[in-house]
């Protein structure tokens, strides 16, 4: 796979995201409907011969799963198809950081952060436990936050039906399927999982979230497994001091060796971690401190962006962007101009290529009909352009076209803000 591919004879694939033993994730942009969007492959042929067939079923469950559940934690699934010998799922692009990621550079997470992810997670995991689901292989990994703080659970492809269907579980012979760090201890000896099993799950990813840590460690995944069906329940205070009590008792119930003492649901789990949630946390915001919080890997544009500018370099990033208006793509053409502004957050707004890239990404909105995206886009630059007192002409034009927004938009007249005509 490389850029500028076609799958499907509509996906573009722009840059990898990445890559695992047996696939790659790329991101990629929907010509037919305007939109970017994740494609997730599966090489059979990087797949063992004797893995082969419980790969693909298993790659098909993934796509059938997560389109069956209806939830904004969850990304959307658009399509399933074949090309050449690979499979592939198309999914709504998600931005933002992977929690492992966040853990990583934080280490311990502020406590309502952490209750505000945890509840996010509960909230996917009632929806799929109602579906009689069980996802089997949570983990910081397979866990997004997008920049306005949403939490989405990503990778159903190990999730299984619970009731007679769990008999016919996909599992190659002698595996088990999950991640040993995050394994409860029924599935880790082959027993019966249950939505406990993703609720002992959810406690060793708070557990980290909190401690930095996840609570058990090992050399190898068999003892890992030991562990977490024989070691004793930590205690996470004993390796954070300021946890309150009663988050670090409900933490040590999650993380029960028997399922019947853990919470009852996923559904109850969430109202349990009401109370540890602080008041910018109950209205649903989560303050991600990323040094790029708006999209997770940089698109192949970034190679020919510098940190400072010249003017062939800005010619070359806007003739691709009208290249791609062109072809009617401007949702795209609006994400090649807004990392190219992302690129260097220290420019002087006024200088000549800074408003040229700001003027064409407004018009960008106006043609994709994001008519309020395109408003603000408008009045910011004519609010910067007044303080120069030297495109007077260009300033009027910008509110002129806000004036257009807001009249697309159905609101009332006088809401732009105009400088007075001396």
């Not at 990629?28 to 090489?43: C, I, S, T, W």
């Not at 931005?95 to 952490?114: F, K, N, R, S, T």
């Not at 954070?240 to 009590?245: G, K, M, Q, T």
Request: some cysteine; charged content about 25%.
């Amino acid at each position: 796979m490389q850029a500028r591919d076609r799958i499907g004879d509509r996906y573009e694939l722009t840059y990898p995201i990445g890559r695992g033993g047996m696939g790659q994730v790329w991101a990629g942009y929907d010509e037919r409907l305007d939109r970017p969007v994740a494609v997730k492959f599966l090489r059979q042929m990087e797949v063992p011969e004797d893995e082969r067939e419980v790969a693909v079923k298993r790659f098909r469950r993934e796509a059938r799963v997560t389109a069956r559940l209806d939830h904004p934690g969850v990304p959307v699934v658009h399509d399933l198809g074949e090309h050449g010998q690979d499979l592939y799922i198309v999914m709504q692009l998600v931005p933002g950081v992977v929690l492992a990621d966040l853990i990583a550079e934080q280490e311990e997470l502020p406590v309502g952060e952490v209750a505000s992810i945890a509840a996010q997670i509960c909230s996917v995991l009632a929806v799929a436990h109602d579906a009689s689901l069980v996802h089997r292989d949570l983990k910081p990994q397979n866990v997004m936050i997008t920049p306005s703080g949403v939490v989405k659970v990503l990778d159903f492809g190990v999730a299984a039906l619970l009731g007679p269907a769990e008999a016919s579980r996909l599992t190659a012979t002698g595996h088990t399927l999950g991640t040993p760090a995050y394994i409860a201890p029924e599935q880790a000896s082959g027993g019966a999982v249950g939505p406990g099993a993703d609720l002992y799950a959810l406690g060793c990813i708070l557990f980290e979230m909190l401690a930095g840590k996840p609570p058990y460690e090992a050399k190898n995944a068999p003892d890992m497994l030991r562990r977490h069906m024989q070691s004793p329940v930590p205690i996470v205070t004993e390796h954070r001091s300021n946890v309150p009590d009663d988050l670090a008792h409900l933490l040590f119930c999650l993380l029960a060796k028997d399922p019947a003492d853990r919470p009852a649901s996923a559904a109850e789990m969430q109202q349990l971690l009401t109370p540890f949630l602080d008041e910018r946390h109950r209205l649903g915001v989560v303050a991600i401190r990323t040094a790029e919080p708006a999209a997770p890997v940089r698109p192949p544009e970034a190679a020919f962006l510098p940190q400072r500018r010249s003017q062939p370099e800005v010619v070359e990033v806007r003739a691709r962007a009208r290249e791609l208006a062109e072809n009617e793509r401007f949702v795209q053409a609006a994400e090649v101009l807004e990392h190219a502004l992302r690129s260097e957050p220290d420019a002087e707004p006024l200088a000549g290529e800074i408003v040229a890239l700001r003027l064409d990404l407004a018009n960008l909105y106006m043609l994709a009909g994001d008519f309020r995206q395109a408003r603000h886009a408008f009045e910011a630059l004519a609010r910067d352009l007044d303080q120069s007192e030297v495109e007077h002409d260009l300033a009027e034009e910008c509110r002129q076209q806000a004036m257009v927004c807001e009249f697309e938009l159905g609101e009332p007249s006088g809401t732009t803000e105009r400088r007075a005509i001396h």
